[in-house]
């Protein structure tokens, strides 16, 4: 669809004979560009790849560690123009960022023309209706963008018209926040010095396309940010307790569900993603709510322990690694995995389908690409209140709109979708910016509480030592969160409880060792605060199949149970050690049966067997995981004559049927 509509984009500019004017622009643009950034010095490219992360990851995100990473100053202008990157760079802007940019836009040559020219008039209007709503609002600026050119812009008007409106004693103190707001836009290639000097800034087409609509809430240069307010304070020793109690319980859910999808690999649907009826049966395999396996499937995906791969959701190699790690660690990567999820699963701001159904688990659509940016600044925003303070929703969300009002803020003037098929709103009137933002909070509130990094609707403590501030010194921040770490997770049990009934329970989070014995010698059963096993019958026999005796077995038991075990646990272990291995069953997929115990001896050592893997079971019965037809031959060509049988041991008949011509070649009378 994207490139139908992109096709029929750049046929009407053909048509207006605007495509060979953009295409000169565009190759204007990119010299221009790539000037510049041949011209930094060392710290001026180590400022850019720091502004423009989606830059460095596109350049070097593939260079292996310790490796030198290097890229061209074409390569590097390239990505830069990249109207994706432009639009993720703009997302993050406050509002005084976003301020300066309307000023620089309003200051450029011929700003209102060309600007309306590409994203006003008629014509584009025409696009938006005809389909830009099924495609997204990115895609139609990457569209728009890949036939744009540059503009350039006065700073010096800029700064007088938007630190003019200011009293005087307020103007000196804005020009200079004017001044270090461009510094940043220029460190990130939003904005950038003509070559040629001469004061002159150059914008990026793209940049027209994410801007708001001018209107009297953005006249005033707005460069106080609104602060949280403190709606009450916590205890700090209670918010603390209550963390960890949810991260513990967190923990053991994920962990629930995993274990599940590691024995029985989840369908996906046809186009993609787990499906409503399939997440419901994990609600009741699982014992988890449906919210619950929404998140844990998200953040497990994105962490790398589940992948969807040939039409299944499957546990990874990474999982093993993961769950026979101690319980801190195992913590500590669903909370980065949950941190850097480009995605948001839980509350209002969940992406849904025109029903307003959440869209399957893990599908392209469930992903709206800035999930993270917004959970950073709310945490970011909750952490700036103190440890033990609970901010007041409202403000919380006004902060939130001041810090990513292109985000936060409708963009369209209410163009509506009237395609019939695609059920978009996107460019449909939508919510307010304030509305938006207090949804924002609340889905980083409801995730927050899931995985227990928010308590009481404050912050954590292992999410204050993420978030403090930037430090100096290395090895006090890994200090301050490893002990972060150890308090959002209880010291792991490493001695269990053995009852009369042969369950064992262990109060607590179980040691990686604790658990994977358990686990190999018992039923896990439930739980929670409590882990609880079961020692069975079968549980006893799996172990012995595993390879492990009944002497290893009892010696587990003496180091992790804190009672001896039971003598009704004794003749069970022992019963299930004398029984085992009575009945041995071999695979096999052919079986010799010599006429008497020479010829059996003789056949074991024939070599064309042997590579076979031939194994004598009896003086004169050899077995061998190899067909039929296949150990025929090789006896046959060792000189024996043998002979074949079913497996009812009736004699194999082999008929070979003369040629003939097919029937309808044959001559007609």
């Known amino acids: 669809m994207g490139d139908r509509i992109g096709r029929w984009f750049l046929g009407n500019l053909a048509d207006r004979g605007v495509l060979g004017w953009k295409n000169d622009a565009v190759h204007d643009l990119f010299s221009s560009l790539a000037q510049h950034v041949a011209s930094l010095p060392q710290d001026g490219f180590d400022a850019l790849m720091a502004a423009r992360p989606d830059v460095a990851e596109v350049l070097f995100g593939d260079v292996p560690d310790g490796q030198e990473a290097q890229a061209d100053v074409g390569s590097i202008a390239g990505a830069l123009l990249d109207p994706d990157g432009v639009a993720e760079a703009m997302i993050r802007l406050a509002r005084p960022a976003v301020q300066v940019l309307m000023a620089l836009a309003d200051s450029a040559e011929e700003a209102d023309d060309r600007s309306g020219g590409m994203f006003g008039g008629p014509w584009c209007t025409d696009l938006v209706q005809r389909g830009a709503g099924r495609v997204g609002a990115m895609e139609v600026i990457r569209m728009l963008s890949m036939a744009g050119g540059a503009v350039e812009a006065d700073p010096r008007s800029a700064r007088a018209a938007l630190c003019g409106q200011l009293d005087v004693a307020a103007r000196a103190a804005a020009a200079e926040e004017f001044d270090r707001i461009l510094a940043g836009l220029t460190n990130s290639c939003l904005v950038w010095p003509e070559p040629e000097g001469g004061g002159s800034l150059r914008i990026h087409d793209a940049v027209f396309g994410v801007l708001p609509e001018p209107g009297p809430r953005w006249e005033v240069f707005d460069l106080v940010p609104p602060l949280p307010e403190v709606a009450r304070q916590l205890p700090v020793a209670d918010v603390d307790r209550e963390a960890q109690a949810v ?10 569900l995993l274990r599940h999808v590691a024995s029985d690999a989840v369908p996906l649907l046809k186009a993609g993603g787990v499906g409503a009826r399939e997440v419901k049966r994990l609600v009741r395999a699982c014992g988890l709510d ?123 003037d209410g163009i509506a979708c009237d395609c019939g098929e695609c059920g978009s709103q996107f460019f449909g009137e939508g919510p307010s910016g304030k509305e938006t933002a207090t949804a924002a909070v609340a889905t980083v509130l409801a995730e927050g509480g899931q995985l227990g990094a928010v308590a009481f609707g404050t912050i954590a403590p292992i999410v204050r030592v993420l978030l403090a501030g930037p430090q100096d010194d290395v090895s006090a921040i890994a200090a301050e969160f490893a002990a972060a770490l150890t308090a959002a997770m209880p010291a792991p049990v490493e001695r269990v409880r053995l009852q009369g009934d042969m369950t064992v329970v262990a109060a607590g989070l179980p040691s990686s060792r604790l658990a994977a014995f358990f686990d190999s010698a018992a039923e896990r059963e439930a739980g929670g605060a409590a882990t609880v096993w079961r020692i069975t019958d079968g549980s006893v026999r799996r172990w012995l199949d595993s390879g ?122």
């Open 247 to 256: 991260a513990t319980a967190a923990l053991e859910r994920a962990e629930r």
């Open 290 to 412: 449906e919210e619950a396996v929404r998140f844990w499937l998200h953040v497990t995906e994105r962490v790398g322990l589940v992948a969807c791969q040939n039409g299944k959701l499957w546990a990874t190699p990474e999982y093993d690694e993961w769950i026979s790690d101690e319980p801190s660690r195992r913590y500590a990567v669903l909370l980065g995995a949950w941190l850097a999820l480009p995605t948001s699963v839980l509350g209002p701001l969940a992406t849904t389908d025109a029903a307003g159904k959440p869209h399957a688990v893990l599908s392209d659509p469930a992903f709206d690409g800035v999930g993270h940016y917004v959970r950073a600044v709310v945490l970011e925003l909750m952490t700036a209140c103190g440890a033990g303070a609970v901010a007041a929703v409202d403000s919380l969300a006004d902060a939130l709109l001041w810090r990513m009002p292109l985000l936060m803020e409708p963009q369209t």
């Open 548 to 669: 492990r005796s009944a002497e290893e077995l009892r010696a587990g038991l003496t180091e992790f149970c804190e009672d001896e075990p039971t003598q009704a646990l004794g003749y069970l272990i022992e019963d299930a050690a004398r029984r085992h291995g009575l009945v041995d069953v071999i695979a096999a997929r052919a079986v010799i049966v010599a006429a008497d115990e020479g010829l059996g001896a003789e056949l074991a050592l024939v070599p064309a067997l042997t590579r076979l893997g031939v194994r004598r079971i009896a003086d004169t019965v050899l077995v061998l995981d190899a067909p039929q037809q296949e150990v025929l031959s090789v006896l046959r060509f060792a000189g024996y004559l043998p002979s074949a049988h079913e497996a009812d041991g009736a004699v194999t008949v082999a008929m070979v049927a003369p040629p003939r011509a097919p029937s309808e070649v044959l001559p007609q009378r």
